[in-house]
């Protein structure tokens, strides 16, 4: 992305009126160009008061904008899989060696997380006000970085419209407010891509070393600053001091190789086979792209950021200045696709949910802004103000899609999630309103949130047989989510032994749920 021409106070091409004024020209306009390649990088070096301030505004944000307090209960795979993995670590001594540390828990994945939340929960209990606290300094850092990555490619301007539609998409503020991988792996990206940029490598490479340590996807963003180094030699010519880099940015890449390797060693596997089940399953089609890229680019208010950015690019900007002030720029918005198209392609094979692409938003949205506003400053206020209409209009539809519905199942994508749990309350509440000990018949994910007090959702755990593995043991009640596929299947056994519908719980953005039991005594 070029910035728009700055008109000099003279025309370059104004003809000499002597030899002696023609041999002077160049001198002459050597201020001016000095002066232009300035302004191309207008304020894009932000320093330690740009991130205290954004930090601050950050925080305020996300104290004000919540689904529910800290101690709203944990949500779908975060109470199935990550919370459970930390509460096992915490209890065992902070163990992490695989094979020990039984893939149940943590799903072949590497450790690093279970290990951070499994230390907060040893200190302060596995409770939701914990596992939230865990995951909100990382919430905070992909804000800031995500604005700090935008003022140094693009300007504050940039950056300040970068950080708003991130802190403005639904997916980013419900996964900000999960224990789960996504937003760790999403400000470690953010901040290696920062780093990058600043020609800092050694911070770009730690932070790789941590996001493969915490999940595999983490590599994507490695691999992409390593391309970029390539991709650097290529244009140049330069290949030795490329090659350099390109094997400092590799490292992140051989510590995952070493995680696998340790996993071998006590496990018995390099890569969980359910994973390796799961991306053989998955046949490799373009048509799987459709299944991929519309988070990225088109959900709320997105595709309006995508189209204006694609006519800025066409309208304002002609080719990249060969004198750019700033040699990382290109390189690093090189990184930036190549991390997209990273999880483009591997997500197309892969199982596939919209959070596991996250990394991949903050890259795109300072490439948006940039395409949008580098330069806007010398421009006129009413194109100014165009320019910056298209950040306005995504990041409103963004904060209204918060509180939007989402399909069955896919409740994290929103704060609708919120609803859903208070749903889940209000039938628990319902269940256990007689102070006896009941079993109910109950799918995923009630099965576990009945059983597990520390979830929060119960005070008490409660005896739960899941539809799947039921064979033939009485149970007390039957709940289950109305609009899900098994519904008539659990209608159908719920009348045939005798129950009657006891109630329906309802909440404005979630499916609501269905409990049947023995029919009232009168």
């Known amino acids: 992305m070029i910035p728009p021409p700055v008109s000099p106070s003279a025309p370059d091409d104004a003809a000499p ?120 300094p990382f919430t905070l850092l992909a804000l800031v970085f995500t604005y700090l990555l935008g003022a140094q490619l693009f300007g504050r301007r940039a950056g300040a419209a970068a950080a708003l539609l991130m802190g403005t998409t639904p997916l980013f503020m419900s996964m900000g407010n999960m224990l789960l991988p996504e937003m760790p792996l999403t400000a470690l990206a953010v901040a290696s891509l920062y780093a990058f940029a600043k020609g800092r490598l050694g911070w770009a490479v730690l932070a790789g070393c941590l996001a493969v340590w915490i999940k595999e996807t983490g590599v994507f963003a490695a691999a992409a600053l390593a391309g970029a180094a390539l991709w650097e030699g290529w244009l140049s010519g330069r290949w030795r001091p490329a090659l350099r880099r390109f094997a400092l940015l590799t490292i992140p890449i051989w510590a995952l190789v070493a995680f696998f390797v340790w996993q071998k060693l006590h496990a018995g596997y390099f890569v969980f086979p359910h994973h390796a089940n799961l991306f053989a399953d998955r046949p490799f089609g373009l048509a799987n792209l459709a299944t991929v890229w519309p988070s990225l680019l088109l959900w709320h208010g997105r ?48 199982f596939w949910l919209e959070r596991y692409a996250l990394p991949a938003h903050p890259g795109l949205l300072v490439l948006g802004a940039g395409a949008l506003l580098w330069g806007a400053r010398r421009t006129t206020t009413p194109r100014r103000l165009l320019r910056w209409a298209p950040v306005v209009l995504a990041s409103a539809a963004g904060f209204a899609g918060l509180w939007s519905p989402t399909p069955p199942d896919a409740e994290e994508q929103t704060y609708a999630y919120a609803d859903a749990i208070a749903t889940h309350r209000a039938a628990f509440a319902r269940i256990l309103a007689p102070g006896d000990d009941p079993t109910v018949l109950t799918p995923w994910p009630m099965q576990v949130e009945l059983r597990h007090p520390y979830l929060g959702y119960v005070d008490r755990p409660i005896e739960t047989i899941h539809p799947r593995s039921h064979q033939g043991e009485p149970f007390d009640y ?31 953005l979630a499916q609501p749920l269905e409990l049947w039991g023995p029919p009232p005594e009168e």
């Open 303 to 350: 595709w309006v950021l995508v189209l204006a950015a694609l006519a800025a690019l066409m309208l304002f900007r002609t080719r990249w200045p060969t004198d750019d002030p700033l040699p990382t720029r290109g390189p690093t918005v090189v990184a930036i696709l190549l991390l997209v198209l990273a999880n483009f392609v591997f997500f197309s094979k892969m």
């Open 17 to 136: 009126a002597s030899a002696s004024a023609s041999a002077a020209a160049p001198a002459a306009r050597e201020p001016e160009r000095a002066a232009r390649r300035r302004s191309r990088r207008p304020h894009v070096a932000p320093g330690w008061l740009d991130a205290l301030v954004v930090a601050a505004l950050a925080l305020a944000w996300l104290a004000l904008v919540r689904p529910g307090p800290l101690e709203l209960p944990y949500w779908w795979d975060e109470a199935d899989v990550y919370v459970p993995g930390a509460k096992w670590v915490a209890e065992n001594d902070l163990t992490l060696t695989p094979g020990v540390f039984s893939d149940d828990y943590s799903r072949g994945h590497p450790v690093l997380l279970y290990g951070l939340a499994g230390a907060a929960f040893r200190a302060f209990g596995p409770g939701p006000t914990t596992g939230h606290l865990v995951v909100l």
């Open 478 to 508: 039957v709940l289950f989510a109305a609009e899900s596929w098994r519904a008539p299947d659990l209608r159908t056994l719920a009348a045939g032994a005798g129950f009657v519908r006891l109630g329906t719980f309802e909440a404005p």
